[in-house]
Every structure is written in structure tokens, then in C-alpha cells.
């Protein structure tokens, strides 16, 4: 039963709450314990009101996930936990990472509530209007940068916040053209919204976010130069391995792959790879100049 209610908690979707780091990493204030610890607070937070939200989730699309190939695997969908525990442990989790959001800071604690909102909504309505589905998962994203920022204290520049919507869309779109390509004419009975995408419809909002994070990422690392006084072009060599690391990103999704983004970052080494070239540039950038 343990080990049933941890795999519903998807500890590995707790990845995506590392970019409450982004905002603090970027300002260089990680170096000390006054900048960690709220930063590590709002991890936590996330990491809690997310696995709340995935057993709701599981709880409402249950029947659904039992026709699919690989969701119907889920303990919820298996019924290795019932219905009243999954709701008992899913209502916990959410009260406990709305709480500890406010520690750090109470626009933290704000930001979480949004984003619990915002799941919440995306699973009882949201994900079945086409476009809209997109837009509210990128925008989880985006919130969880935002709670990193507030908890610490530190604020964001235009270009990061357009870079980091940008870049949420780019990787949610890229999930529905794998789940597309994976299901073919049995995506509508896992995810209706499919059903009114095509794959060529998906490709364009792929190349346009794409393309939009590129030119957003590039103008965030040149005004930080700027900003910063750096005298070294660390700032402006992130653009190398961020670029290949999307490129590569797109190649995962042509071969096929990508309808679970958290298993290809942990499994795609050379993707892994580009990520730490790509975080050893930058942190030159910032503790270095």
C-alpha cells in the first residue's frame, strides 16, 4: 500500500517544480542559506500540492485512464487504492503544500494557491477545451518560477517571464504530438481534446514556441550582460547549449517520443547532458562575470 500511495504521488513530476530555482539561480542567490531555504520551502510546497492534485486528477479521469495503454497501470486506475483513501491522502496533500507555501513568503503562498487553482480547474473543465487545455498546463509552469521568485525574494525580468512561457509552451504542445502520434485514432478516448488536433496544427504551435523561447532566451541573456556588468561572455554562451538542447528535445519528439517529458529528461543522457553544460555556463556567468 506504501509503495501504491508514493507511485500515485508521481514523485518524478516533482522535476518540474525545479524551476522554482530558476528566478533565484539566475540572481546568484543560492550561494547562501537565506536565498536556499525558501527557495527549497516552495520546492517542497509544489512537490505536495502537485501529488494532491495528480490523485484528484486519477480520482476524476479514472474511468478513462482504465482504457489506457499505459495510465490504466496508475494504483488509482488499478485499483490497488480506493477511491475514499486516494481522496482522504489527495485532500492532505493539497491543505499541507497550500500552507507551507506561505513560510517563505506570503506571495509564495499565493502563487501556490493559483496554481492549485489552475490544476484544479485544468482537471475538472480546462483540459477539455482544445488550445485552452495548452495554455493552463504551460501556465503551471510559469506560476512555479513565479513561487521561486516570491519566496526569495527576487524579482524577474520581462524576457525570463516570456522565456519561461514560452519555453512551458513549447514542452506541453510537444507532449499532445506525442500522445497524438502514440494513440492515433484512439487519442480521443484517453484525451478528447485530441481529437480536435492535428498533427500538423501541433507542428506550427511547436515551431512557433520554439522559435519564441529561442529569441526570448537569447534577448533574457544579453540584457543580463548587460545588467550584470559581466566582462566575460559566459551569458551569451548559455545560447549554445540551450539551443541544443532544444534541438534535441524536437528530435526526441520526431522519433516518436516526448508523451512524458519527465521520463525523457531523466532517461535522454545527451539531453542531461546539454542541461548541466548548459547550468555550468550560466553559473560561470553569474558567480564568475
Known sequence: MIGA?????????????LLVFA???AAGVLDNWAGLWPALVAFV????????????????DVEADRRHPTKRNRPIAAGRIGLGTARVIGTLLLL??????FVPDWRCGVAVCVYVAVTVGYSV?????????LIAVAAGFVIRAIAGAEATGVPMSTWFLLCTSCGSLFIVTGKRYAELREMG??????????????????????????GATLVAYCTWAFDTKEVSGATWPFYELSIVPMLAALMRYLLVLEQGHGSAPEEIFVADRMLQLMGVVWVAVFALGVYVG
Do not use: C, M
Open 45 to 60: 510546497a509544489l512537490s505536495l500540492a502537485a501529488s494532491g492534485t495528480y490523485y484528484w486528477n486519477d480520482l476524476l
Open 23 to 25: 528566478a533565484p539561480g
Open 125 to 133: 473543465w480546462l483540459k477539455h477545451q482544445a488550445v485552452v487545455d
Open 5 to 17: 500511495l508514493f507511485a500515485e504521488a508521481r514523485p518524478k513530476q516533482w522535476l518540474k517544480n
Open 185 to 210: 485514432e484512439d487519442a480521443a478516448s484517453t484525451r478528447p481534446t485530441l481529437s480536435q488536433y492535428s498533427l500538423g496544427y501541433l507542428r506550427i504551435i511547436l515551431s512557433v514556441s520554439v
Open 96 to 101: 499541507g503544500g497550500l500552507g507551507l507555501g
